[in-house]
């Protein structure tokens, strides 16, 4: 009998996926990286050894299918946008890569550009940097506000389980600051990155990493100019969901740390609790975006991530952008719609207003 985790969901981030049951196979650039999925033979059939839905299948021979975000695109020159984007290795020993985004106001500009390490969601178990969905965000984002871009390609649970997409951001935040410097080993960062203006985003569990590399970036003495955390994956004892999905939060981070004893209390996935106070009153920079979506399965816990950010202490300005009547990541799965327009808008004006 094959034991299962059935773990259901109302996020329309699943919701709205084309579900593949094809085997993860991404790019050679890409496997080094995220760790290259077994590919599954169809004629020598293994029982489920867990299945967390809708993201993932690991079979009892080893075999890991990932059942969406496995499409890639390359880097190109996006003729919507007019940003230019490519792929850098940063650490050859781990295969961690950034894709980076130039947008056209790098041309004769008179002054160097903010920067924007952003972090993808995926439930720490798919997306990436390369798929279509970031891709397009990311070249709109860099457009719109005039930002290089640093997409962090981090190495995915459960080949990799946390904390690598942790190490893997900090270590893509460090290498963007460091090299805005006119010596710097990546040109575009080089020429036209404003080491004072560098910003941390993501969103859902690539907002939970993004919490947890400013809260490095603190314990480290470094200095980011504004963090923006968009529908991020938080717990908080405070409020419940439904007990479904109360479930699936426990048993997904068990999975995500490969710890059947992980805790719930850890502050990585649960930072309002009141000692973790002093945690968020270091948080490295005058200024937080917490964006939240009232459909969102989510959302009673961001909004009690912005409350416990305002009762820490922090010396900062700290934004709650509520959106009503949309659901989780909506800005990402319908672009064209007028409250994905507004999301980013509010994305690029927090940027631009450094």
């Known amino acids: ?167 893997d951001s900090w270590a893509a935040l460090a290498w963007a600051v460091s090299g805005c410097v006119p010596e710097g080993p990546e040109p575009w960062l080089a020429a036209h990155g404003d080491a004072s203006r560098v910003f941390l985003a993501g969103d859902s569990a690539g907002g939970n990493i993004a919490h947890n590399v400013a809260l490095r970036a603190a314990a480290e003495g470094a200095v980011i100019a504004g963090v923006m955390l968009l529908h991020p994956f938080f717990w908080d004892p405070s409020n419940t969901m439904s007990p479904e999905l109360e479930v699936r939060i426990r048993r997904e981070w068990r999975f995500m740390c490969a710890r059947p004893d992980a805790k719930l209390d850890d502050p990585r996935i649960c930072p309002t609790s009141a000692w973790a106070a002093p945690l968020l009153a270091a948080m490295p920079c005058g200024r937080v975006m917490v964006a939240v979506a009232e459909d969102d399965f989510l959302v009673t816990k961001g909004r009690a991530y912005h409350a416990a950010l305002l009762a820490s202490g922090w010396r900062g300005e700290a934004e709650l952008v509520d959106t009503p009547g949309q659901d989780h990541v909506f800005h990402l799965l319908r672009p064209g719609t007028e409250a994905a327009a507004e999301m980013l808008g509010r994305v690029a004006d927090f940027i631009s207003r450094a």
């Open 1 to 167: 009998m094959a034991r299962l985790l059935l773990i259901p969901t109302t996020s329309s981030l699943f919701l709205h996926r084309t579900r593949s049951h094809i085997t993860s196979s991404p790019s050679p650039s890409q496997s080094a990286s995220i760790g290259m999925a077994p590919s599954i033979d169809a004629a020598c059939p293994s029982e489920v050894e867990i299945e967390l839905f809708p993201f993932i299948r690991v079979y009892k021979n080893g075999n890991i299918e990932r059942l969406f975000g496995t499409r890639t695109v390359p880097a190109s020159l996006d003729a919507t946008t007019g940003v230019a984007s490519k792929d850098v290795t940063i650490d050859p020993a781990t295969g961690l890569s950034v894709r980076l985004y130039l947008p056209p106001a790098a041309a004769g500009a008179a002054k160097k550009l903010p920067v924007l390490v952003y972090v993808h969601g995926g439930g720490f178990m798919v997306e990436s940097a390369a798929s279509p969905t970031y891709h397009r965000y990311l070249n709109a984002v860099s457009a719109r506000a005039g930002a290089i871009a640093v997409s962090v390609e981090y190495r995915r649970v459960p080949e990799h389980p946390l904390p690598a997409a942790y190490d």
